[in-house]
């Protein structure tokens, strides 16, 4: 099957962020996209927030992906918006997912939280890699239409 040809012009920045080594779900997610059309440029583990920035100018990416499992996300992600709009990336689409914070809390509460630092759309653990591509489609479909990502 061939990919639509709007994937093939998108490149995303994947990567685990701060001190996280858990890179399965990360590679998955990226093979998906891969397989989906996307162009992918993988991070791998441990990749502090500057670099995804880095990665993002220098291969002109339209999105970044942060993946978190050690339940420190929250705190390795502040200011992560921040960044991108000091480096001229305020228009960049931002995702989040994974495990990421401690303890069991309320999704509904995390989510809103990575909403409030900027962040497109957050993911709970288990999240299935056809429903962030779907959901990707949708928010690119949306800021060509010159509607934010979901619905916003």
């Given at each position: 099957m061939t990919p639509p040809p709007e994937?093939?012009?998108r490149t995303l920045v994947t990567g685990v962020?701060?001190?996280?080594t858990h890179i399965v779900g990360n590679r998955i997610l990226s093979m998906a996209l891969e397989d989906a059309g996307y162009h992918v440029v993988t991070l791998g583990a441990l990749t502090p927030a500057e670099d995804f920035i880095k990665a993002a100018i220098e291969t002109a990416a339209d999105g970044i992906m942060v993946s978190s499992l050690y339940g420190q996300g929250e705190l390795d992600c502040r200011g992560f918006r921040d960044l991108c709009v000091e480096a001229?990336?305020?228009d960049i689409l931002l995702y989040v997912g994974g495990n990421l914070v401690v303890g069991k809390q309320d999704w509904g509460d995390v989510e809103q939280r990575?909403?409030?630092m900027g962040f497109?759309?957050?993911f709970p653990p288990g999240t299935r890699a056809n429903e962030v591509i779907q959901l990707l489609d949708e928010d690119f479909?949306?800021?060509?239409s010159g509607v934010g990502a979901a619905g916003q």
């Open positions: 994937r093939v012009k962020i701060g001190s996280d001229g990336l305020q990575f909403l409030k497109d759309r957050a479909s949306k800021r060509n």
